[in-house]
């Protein structure tokens, strides 16, 4: 799963995050690791604060992690221009999330029979 749309301000995020739910309802499919490329990368962010009534999807990503033992990558070039680091004066990366090369992506796609894109 390939994510670059940013957490809020589109419904890309939130919609693949409801993909990945459904994925995972149903037995016949596993879903291994999620990449988020480009405005994607902002969904490390762990600074992200909604409104009270509004769905937390950094937190959801973070539990879908942990419960179904998911890898979150996140693009290090991609992020770091958008300001999410891992730097000690700045370290605002969200737990679960792991800064990672393209070359990780490279690799899982070369484990996968699909691709998907959001």
């Given amino acids: 799963m390939i994510i670059t749309g940013p957490a809020y301000g ?5 919609c693949a995050y409801q993909f990945c739910l459904s994925l995972l309802n ?20 762990r600074f992200t604060n909604p409104a009270n009534d ?8 973070q539990t879908l992690a942990k419960t ?22 700045a370290n605002n990366i969200a737990n679960e999330f ?6 990780d992506l490279s690799d899982s796609v070369a484990q996968c029979d699909r691709v998907i894109q959001f």
């Fill in 10 to 14: 589109t419904q890309s995020s939130f």
């Fill in 26 to 45: 149903n037995s016949t499919h596993t879903l291994h690791s999620i990449f988020f490329y480009a405005d994607g990368t902002y969904n490390a962010n």
């Fill in 54 to 61: 509004e769905f937390h999807l950094v937190e959801a990503w």
């Fill in 68 to 89: 179904h033992h998911i890898k979150l990558s996140v693009c290090i070039a991609a992020a770091q221009r958008r300001g999410v680091t891992q730097e000690e004066f």
């Fill in 98 to 103: 792991e800064l990672v090369g393209l070359g």
